[in-house]
């Protein structure tokens, strides 16, 4: 099984940037799928980015373009940056890993943005 910590949530103004990191520990990190996912109040948790063993990424259309997600496996950390913040991008951010059939997830940090 693997744990995971997530950090650098806060409260950011519009335009600006965060960096999220998820610390994995108790398991071959570079085995797994990583991708955050975020949910916001009254909806549902949606998938906003991933990488997987051999660092291909996919993003959620509305992040495209201002988020990147990345993964140092020397560390077992994964990273999301996070760029060109807007008020939608509010939320709880959790960090996700997945094989196969098993997947685990971090506590959560929240992200709010708002001047």
């Known amino acids: 099984q693997v744990q995971l910590v997530e950090s650098g949530g806060g409260l950011v103004q519009p335009g600006g940037s965060l960096r999220l990191s998820c610390a994995a520990s108790?398991?071959?990190?570079?085995?797994?799928?990583m991708a955050w996912y975020r949910q916001a109040p009254g909806k549902q948790r949606e998938m906003v980015a991933s990488?997987?063993?051999?660092?291909?990424?996919a993003y959620v259309d509305s992040v495209k373009g201002r988020f990147t997600i990345s993964r140092d496996n020397a560390k077992n950390t994964v990273y999301l940056q996070m760029n060109l913040l807007k008020s939608e991008d509010t939320a709880v951010y959790y960090c996700?890993?997945?094989?196969?059939?098993?997947?685990?997830w971090g506590q959560g940090t929240q992200v709010t943005v708002s001047s």
């Open positions: 108790g398991s071959i990190f570079s085995i797994y799928v």
């Open positions: 990488i997987n063993t051999g660092g291909s990424t």
């Open positions: 996700n890993a997945k094989l196969a059939k098993y997947q685990s």
